[in-house]
C-alpha cells in the first residue's frame, strides 16, 4: 500500500498510524514491528533533514511479503544522493566524554534489517528495508 | 504521543513515543534536570535515534557536575536499541521486569 506523505516531522505520526494499521492488520508481531516503525522514522527523517529546500512528498509504501516478514519502500524524488547502506564508522565503545549525538540512526537501521537496498538515479533516491520473524532482534 | 513529568517520588516519567518530533519537548523538560535523576520507561514505548541523542546530550551535561541518568523498566525492544547504541556502557539501564 504506498501513501504519500509531506516532506516534515509533522508526519511522523501519521507515518506512524498508516504503517501500524498494516501491521496490525497481518498481525505483524512486536519483534517485527519495532524495527520496521524505527526503519521507516530514521529514514524518513534523514530525507527531511538532508533536503531542506525540497518540498515534494516523500512516497512511502509498506508491503506484507509473507506471514512475518515486511519490506518498506521510501521514494524521496529531487533529494540528494545519500546511501544508507554506505558502511559508516560508530565507536559505540567510546566513552562518554568522546560521544556526540548523531549518525546513530543509519546504524541503527544497518543492524536491524535483514535486507537494507538503495538505489538512486536522476535524482530520485529509493531505499527498501526488509525485516522478518526470523531475525528477531528487537 | 509522548508525555514527560515528575513523579511523586521524585523520578522521571516517560510515556507513549519519544520520536523526531517530540525531541523539543523532551529537550525542553531534559534541560532542566540538575544532579542524579532517575528516568522510569515502564510506559515508554518506542524511541528513535533523536531520543537516543537527547539522553546522550542530557548524560554529558550532567555528568559534568558528576551525576548522571539512571534508566528503569525497559522494554526490550528499547532495550536492545540501547545495546545497539552501546549505551548500556555509558548509562545505568534496568530493564523492565
Do not use: W
Amino acid at each position: 500500500m504506498n501513501r504519500d506523505f509531506p516532506r516534515h516531522l509533522d508526519s511522523l505520526a501519521p507515518l506512524y498510524d498508516f504503517t501500524e494499521d498494516i501491521l496490525e492488520a497481518s498481525d505483524i508481531s512486536p519483534g517485527v514491528r519495532f524495527p520496521v516503525h524505527l526503519a521507516m522514522e530514521e529514514l524518513f527523517v534523514n530525507m527531511v533533514k538532508y533536503n531542506p529546500d525540497v518540498h515534494s512528498d516523500i512516497v512511502v509504501s509498506v508491503t506484507v511479503i509473507d506471514t512475518d516478514t515486511v519490506t518498506v519502500v521510501l521514494v524521496d524524488d529531487g533529494g540528494v544522493e545519500f546511501d544508507v547502506t554506505a558502511e559508516r564508522k560508530v565507536n559505540i565503545d567510546a566513552p562518554l566524554a568522546e560521544r556526540t549525538p548523531g549518525g546513530l540512526g543509519i546504524h541503527l537501521i544497518q543492524n536491524l534489517a535483514d535486507k537494507l537496498e538503495y538505489r538512486y538515479k536522476d535524482g530520485r533516491g529509493e531505499v527498501i528495508f526488509t525485516k522478518g520473524s526470523g531475525n528477531e532482534d528487537v | 504521543m509522548f508525555e514527560i513529568e515528575h513523579a511523586d517520588n521524585g523520578d522521571v516519567l516517560c510515556r507513549g513515543r519519544l520520536d523526531a518530533a517530540q525531541c523539543e519537548k523532551a529537550q525542553g523538560f531534559m534541560d532542566g534536570l540538575e544532579g542524579a535523576n532517575t528516568l522510569d520507561f515502564a510506559g515508554l514505548e518506542y524511541i528513535s535515534s533523536a531520543g537516543l541523542g537527547i539522553l546522550l546530550k542530557t548524560q554529558k551535561r550532567l555528568a559534568g557536575s558528576s551525576a548522571g541518568l539512571r534508566i528503569i523498566n525497559v522494554n526490550n525492544h528499547i532495550h536492545d536499541v540501547f545495546r545497539y547504541s552501546g549505551f548500556h556502557t555509558i548509562f545505568d539501564i534496568k530493564a523492565k521486569e
